[in-house]
């Protein structure tokens, strides 16, 4: 498995720059919904994310931490 190789950090932040990337107003394009972008992330799981990753930052979207 090559994921092995990747320093959990750089997975972590791997998934969470994509998440913010898409949900952040960009000038070319709207930001998402995050429930389209944790569809999104959950359909690369596996290929471009790590599946353990994806499933604790779908947990915390969930759960709504962060919210104001």
């Known amino acids: 498995r090559r994921g092995a190789t990747i320093p959990l ?33 959950e359909a690369a799981a596996g290929t ?3 599946p353990r990753i994806v499933e604790a930052l779908l947990d915390v979207v969930d759960r709504g931490v962060g919210k104001q």
Do not use: K
């Not at 952040?24 to 919904?33: G, N, T």
């Open 9 to 41: 950090a750089a997975r972590i932040v791997a998934v969470a720059d994509a998440f913010v990337a898409m949900t952040s107003l960009r000038p070319l394009r709207p930001s998402l919904m995050p429930s389209a972008v944790c569809a999104e992330i």
């Open 48 to 50: 471009l994310y790590d």
